[in-house]
């Protein structure tokens, strides 16, 4: 078992590099960043953060090098298991680059590449999951039809719902939109269960389209023989669902133990058994084992 250490940095795929002040991902925001799961030293889901990012990146005219990219990426990770380092979150975040004077872009421009990984002893995506407490977000989320879904670098809005509170009360915040949809918690996406069903929250006008939420729609939840119905979600819905979960690449999917609401009520939910029934479809999926249908 490897020792949890202080993170590894390689900027442009150099070890310690230091980043420009004056790169666009810094002064604006300007980029795309992905959080992958180092599970059993290598990124399992790796190829659907990749088509995100590509896919991002293709539509804010970001310049991306696959090649060049996923050389830095297999150099990381050889560096991390001769390390022995075998668990961890891998952070990679893709920036325009160094250069203009205020907003408007450089003409000729190289992007930034940063990838940073944070050891730890966590097998989080296999581990069962614990139940979480979670908090209604006082902060908001606004609607932007072209930002929608993309892991782009301006997270304000869920930095200020994460500063909400400090202690260890709460484990997530569940955020809204500006029309008091339920759009997702402040690091991950949001299902419930219902009547045989799960329900995950429309993403064409705020939130993140996270790679753990594709997967359960794709993978898991076919292994379970369960629909997903993606539409808008209220939180009269949430709070009368059977079961609630939370789903990121970094910690595979949680049940929700209890929601308090803004009005200091708790809403409790005490049956996890189909969060659970994906938990263990997403450990037969990083296991290689088949559908199981
Ligand atoms: C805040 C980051 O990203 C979010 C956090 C997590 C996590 O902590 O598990 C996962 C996905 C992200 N939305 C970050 O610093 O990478």
């Given at each position: 078992m490897s020792t949890p250490t202080s993170p590894l940095i390689w900027v442009n795929g150099e070890l310690d590099h230091q980043?420009?002040?004056?790169?666009?991902?810094?002064?604006?925001?300007?980029?795309?960043?992905?959080?992958?799961?180092?599970?059993?030293?290598?990124?399992p889901l790796w190829s659907?953060?990749?088509?995100?990012?590509?896919?991002?990146?293709?539509?804010?005219?970001?310049?991306?090098?696959?090649?060049?990219?996923?050389?830095?990426?297999d150099t990381a990770l050889a560096l991390l298991r001769e390390q022995n380092i075998?668990?961890?979150?891998?952070?990679?975040?893709?920036?325009?680059?160094?250069?203009?004077?205020?907003y408007q872009q450089p003409h000729r421009v190289a992007p930034t590449i940063v990838l940073m990984v944070q050891p730890?002893?966590?097998?989080?995506?296999?581990?069962?999951?614990?139940?979480?407490?979670?908090k209604v977000c006082r902060m908001r989320l606004g609607r932007n039809r072209v930002l929608a879904g993309h892991k782009h670098l301006n997270r304000l809005e869920n930095v200020l719902a994460r500063?909400?509170?400090q202690d260890n009360t709460f484990d997530e915040g569940l955020m809204l939109d500006d029309r008091a949809n339920v759009i997702e918690a402040t690091?991950?996406?949001?299902?419930?269960?219902?009547?045989?069903?799960?329900?995950?929250?429309?993403?064409?006008?705020?939130?993140?389209?996270?790679?753990?939420?594709?997967?359960?729609?794709?993978e898991l939840a076919p292994r379970c023989g369960v629909r997903v119905n993606v539409a808008p979600l209220s939180l009269d819905a949430v709070y009368s669902?059977?079961?609630?979960?939370?789903?990121?690449?970094?910690?595979?999917?949680?049940p929700v133990a209890a929601i308090e609401d803004d009005a200091g009520t708790l809403h409790q939910f005490s049956h996890h058994n189909n969060v659970l029934r994906l938990s263990a479809a997403l450990s037969d999926f990083l296991q290689g084992k088949g559908s199981g249908q």
């Open positions: 980043l420009s002040a004056l790169d666009r991902g810094l002064a604006y925001g300007d980029g795309l960043f992905e959080t992958c799961r180092l599970h059993n030293g290598r990124i659907r953060h990749l088509q995100r990012l590509l896919a991002s990146s293709a539509v804010f005219a970001i310049e991306l090098n696959t090649k060049q990219l996923e050389s830095w990426v075998r668990q961890g979150t891998f952070k990679l975040i893709l920036t325009r680059g160094v250069g203009g004077r205020g730890d002893n966590l097998e989080l995506l296999t581990a069962r999951p614990t139940p979480a407490r979670l500063a909400e509170w690091s991950h996406n949001v299902f419930i269960y219902r009547k045989g069903c799960w329900h995950t929250p429309v993403l064409d006008e705020s939130g993140v389209a996270g790679v753990m939420r594709q997967l359960v729609l794709d669902a059977e079961e609630v979960m939370l789903c990121n690449s970094n910690r595979g999917v949680r």
